[in-house]
């Protein structure tokens, strides 16, 4: 290789590396989970916890049907939710059933 192609070279891998590195984490990792309702706990969940609430943090009680939480990808449906109609988590919204 010439001098002139070893330059562009280097110049291209740390153009990758610095793009890779410039993505946040969390983006990186979103593929891999789940938006689970009915698993956070009170003032724990990730989002979406009804109508006038702003977001994260927001849920007035554990295992609220309508908050939800990510957890790692495939193991909503296996985590512990006592309000869930199924006893478990939920992919989608749902209504509490009395604990």
Sequence with gaps: ?????????????????????????????????????????????????????TCAGTSRIDHQGNAWAFVPAGTCVQTPSPTSPTGFGQLTEFKEKKT
């Design 1 to 53: 290789m010439t001098k002139q192609s070893n330059v562009a070279v280097l110049a291209l891998a740390l153009g990758a590396a610095l793009s890779i590195a410039a993505t946040p984490a969390s983006a990186q990792n979103m593929t891999d989970k789940d938006k689970c309702y009915g698993v956070a706990l009170k003032g724990k969940n990730d989002c979406k916890a009804g109508a006038g609430t």
